[in-house]
T-cell receptor, first 114, second 114 residues
Framework: EAQVTQNPRYLITVTGKKLTVTCSQNMNHEYMSWYRQDPGLGLRQIYYSMNVEVTDKGDVPEGYKVSRKEKRNFPLILESPSPNQTSLYFC?????????????FGPGTRLTVL | QQQVKQSPQSLIVQKGGISIINCAYENTAFDYFPWYQQFPGKGPALLIAIRPDVSEKKEGRFTISFNKSAKQFSLHIMDSQPGDSATYFCAASETSGGYQKVTFGIGTKLQVIP
């Protein structure tokens, strides 16, 4: 089944404790992206990657890191999480960088930083 | 500053009625306008999309109306059903700096009551 998977789905952590949220897609997509979803703010892009070893900042990159060592994987790293990073996170992928390419979203990771 | 303004934030419609969600934008470089549907506990999924050279697109009970001169577009759900209860995001994309940047609205939570 073609899909985007994220792990973990739920995470409660404390301020400053480094964490990684994994994202993997099995559709051979070139383009991958991370979003956070907050009430009243919608979906905001954190980072994106156009292909292996090519990543760039989205609209809200502060406090996050990413890497793209393999085409299928795009982990999101919070090196020193803070409470304002409590949010619902989505990974997404699309076949290529084209105007009408559909983005496929993962199921989401709900993160709480205490 | 929201590049894509979406309203209302929440909407309650009776079964069989018409649900209408509106979006407006300022950036004339936007060249593709998708709508995503998100059920509770799931990631968003592409519902329907339109290009700005088309004034209307219909897929089943879902219709996008697009007014290029007013820079507005809307989603109409005819004969709304309880199964349509979800959060709907409008979005707009542009090709900028060599990549497709997608900007989402804040989302509309639709509840269809029997």
């Amino acid at each position: 089944e073609a899909q985007v998977t994220q792990n973990p789905r739920y995470l409660i952590t404390v301020t400053g404790k480094k964490l990684t949220v994994t994202c993997s897609q099995n559709m051979n997509h070139e383009y991958m992206s991370w979003y956070r979803q907050d009430p009243g703010l919608g979906l905001r892009q954190i980072y994106y990657s156009m292909n292996v070893e090519v990543t760039d900042k989205g609209d809200v990159p502060e406090g996050y890191k990413v890497s793209r060592k393999e085409k299928r994987n795009f982990p999101l790293i919070l090196e020193s999480p803070s409470p304002n990073q409590t949010s619902l996170y989505f990974c997404a992928s699309s076949l290529r960088l084209a105007r009408n390419n559909e983005q496929f979203f993962g199921p989401g990771t709900r993160l709480t930083v205490l | 500053q929201q590049q894509v303004k979406q309203s209302p934030q929440s909407l309650i419609v009776q079964k069989g009625g018409i649900s209408i969600i509106n979006c407006a934008y300022e950036n004339t470089a936007f060249d593709y306008f998708p709508w995503y549907q998100q059920f509770p506990g799931k990631g968003p999924a592409l519902l329907i999309a339109i290009r700005p050279d088309v004034s209307e697109k219909k897929e089943g009970r879902f219709t996008i109306s697009f007014n290029k001169s007013a820079k507005q577009f809307s989603l109409h759900i005819m004969d709304s059903q309880p199964g349509d209860s979800a959060t709907y995001f409008c979005a707009a994309s542009e090709t900028s700096g060599g990549y497709q940047k997608v900007t989402f609205g804040i989302g509309t939570k639709l509840q269809v009551i029997p």
